[in-house]
């Protein structure tokens, strides 16, 4: 089936359905929507959130495709590395429950994502998850201005990530 162009490799054991429009040509589905697939494969759909830099992405705040996606889930899991691009899907342990995530479309089908108040937190408290720690600043400073501020500041002062707050108040300041 992947040589007719029916499923596509994405790491071993995980295939995904190649859309039919793109059946038979070649057909890469984006890293984040890949990430999010298979993390709903091993967990269930409800209880993954795409978080962090890739979250970002998907706001459309990174530009530039990255070789890293972040997930958070309910338990650990090593990081898997993909077969079809030079990139690593990394897992966080995470309660997915307590973070705000909205459904969004992906390529793959819906997925939950960190709402941009959310993201802002996770990017701020782990800026180095991701290997793109050059692009947190631009990338707060963008969803920092479609963010609503009370909610984020409830956010922060429920997660205990106050610190996180003010660490991401000083880098959208200094990118606006």
């Not at 990081?79 to 793959?108: K, V």
């Not at 969803?143 to 922060?156: N, V």
Request: charged share 20%; proline share 7%; net charge positive.
């Amino acid at each position: 089936m992947v040589r007719r162009g029916v499923l596509h490799r994405a790491a071993p054991g995980y295939y995904i359905v190649v859309p039919p429009e793109q059946a038979g040509g070649p057909w890469t589905p984006n890293l984040e929507a890949t990430a999010a697939g298979i993390a709903a494969t091993i967990y269930g759909a409800d209880n993954v959130v795409v978080m962090g830099i890739s979250a970002a992405r998907i706001h459309n705040v990174i530009p530039r495709a990255l070789a890293t996606a972040v997930v958070a889930v309910p338990r650990r899991h090593r990081p898997i590395t993909l077969t079809d691009r030079t990139a690593t899907i990394r897992f966080l342990r995470r309660d997915t429950t307590g973070l705000d995530a909205e459904r969004i479309d992906t390529p793959l089908g819906p997925a939950l994502v960190t709402t941009p108040e959310q993201t802002i937190l996770d990017l701020a408290r782990w800026p180095l998850l991701g290997d793109a720690e050059n692009e947190i600043p631009a990338a707060i400073a963008g969803l920092f201005r479609r963010s609503d501020r009370e909610r984020l500041a409830a956010l922060a002062s429920e997660q205990g990530l106050t610190a996180a707050l003010a660490r991401a108040g000083t880098w959208a300041g200094a990118q606006t």
